[in-house]
């Protein structure tokens, strides 16, 4: 094989290897905890839930749908906060995520500047998502709901974007919920936006 053939192969490939590895590992690092709870299953049920109250028409039954799904909103939230919680005492050498708009192995560690916090971030998202849930902001329930996915979804935005990338991240988020990255960042409360905007350095427009 020509050399100027094999040579950029093999960086390439060996690019791929690093970035599959390191990708693995962060993967492996948040399951790990996440694993210990059922917040996927209880995102699941609550939106799935929203959908019946939005759709339900008889005022008694969409009000018992209501009252379920604000018991299921509390649990996610109490089993969130728990998870940040133990998630907060992993060393910070492993919880940087790059700002980078393109996956690059190690790249926490080769830009430092170029990253954050994703334990920060976590715990900005859990406050956010134990407002929306107790509806400090007095929304109307569907509000209310609106918001709270909002948050959610920006949470999970994030756990993808520490695993993957912020692109990989915002492409997941558009295919399964059909939601831009800046229309997630709209959507949710402005104690939110204003903390995440700050700490992942976010500019609208």
Excluded at 51 to 75: F, H
Excluded at 76 to 84: D, M, N, P
Excluded at 105 to 115: E, G, H, I, V, W
Excluded at 118 to 131: E, S
């Amino acid at each position: 094989m020509d050399i100027l053939v094999f040579v950029p192969l093999a960086l390439l490939l060996g690019f791929q290897y690093l970035k599959t590895q390191e990708q693995r590992r962060r993967i492996a690092l948040l399951g790990g905890y996440l694993s210990q709870y059922q917040i996927e299953k209880l995102m699941e049920n609550l939106t799935q839930g929203y959908l019946r109250a939005l759709d339900e028409e008889d005022p008694e039954r969409r009000a018992q749908i209501w009252s379920m799904l604000g018991t299921a909103e509390q649990e996610l939230s109490s089993q969130f906060s728990r998870f940040v919680e133990d998630f907060a005492k992993v060393w910070n050498g492993q919880t940087q995520a790059s700002t980078l708009a393109f996956a690059f192995p190690y790249a926490d560690r080769l830009f430092p500047r170029a990253t954050f916090d994703v334990r920060h971030a976590l715990a900005i998202h859990a406050q956010g998502i134990a407002a929306a849930a107790e509806n400090r902001g007095g929304r109307s329930l569907r509000d209310k709901a609106y918001t709270l996915s909002a948050e959610l979804f920006l949470m999970q935005h994030t756990c993808h974007w520490f695993c993957r990338s912020k692109a990989v991240a915002s492409a997941r988020m558009l295919a399964r919920h059909q939601t831009r990255y800046a229309q997630l960042l709209e959507a949710v409360s402005p104690e939110t936006r204003q903390a995440y905007a700050a700490l992942v350095g976010y500019r609208a427009g």
